[in-house]
Nanobody
Framework: QVQPVESGGGLVQAGGSLRLSCAASGRTVRNYDMGWFRQAPGKEREFVARISWNGGSTNYADSVKGRFTISRDNVKNTVYLQMNSLKPEDTAVYYC???????????????WGQGTQVTVSS
């Protein structure tokens, strides 16, 4: 079982940057694809980005393509989400999750962190 723990959230002005980290515990973390989701108040949890177990494949939601970059360090068991050119609509709680299956739905991910708040002011 993988247990992700997110960090790095905060308050930033529009146009700024933040880097989120997800430290995942468990001996088999490197076997899992990892993903980032976000949930704004009153909205459903939505897919942001996913990275394959070896970092060789990534995919992104259209709303963040070209602005966000997902990466991982399997030695440190950590996944990152570099967020640039942030917009107020990026404001949400960001969650890290692990998956052994394909897909970008929340139900495709089996282990979830507690989330970290990102607030982008205009």
């Amino acid at each position: 079982q993988v247990q992700p723990v997110e960090s790095g959230g905060g308050l930033v002005q529009a146009g700024g940057s933040l880097r989120l980290s997800c430290a995942a515990s468990g001996r088999t973390v490197r076997n899992y694809d990892m993903g980032w989701f976000r949930q704004a108040p009153g909205k459903e949890r939505e897919f942001v980005a996913r990275i394959s177990w070896n970092g060789g494949s990534t995919n992104y939601a259209d709303s963040v393509k070209g602005r966000f970059t997902i990466s991982r360090d399997n030695v440190k068991n950590t996944v990152y989400l570099q967020m640039n050119s942030l917009k107020p609509e990026d404001t949400a709680v960001y969650y890290c999750a692990a998956s052994l299956s394909l897909g970008s739905r929340p139900s495709d991910f089996s282990s979830w962190g507690q989330g970290t708040q990102v607030t982008v002011s205009s």
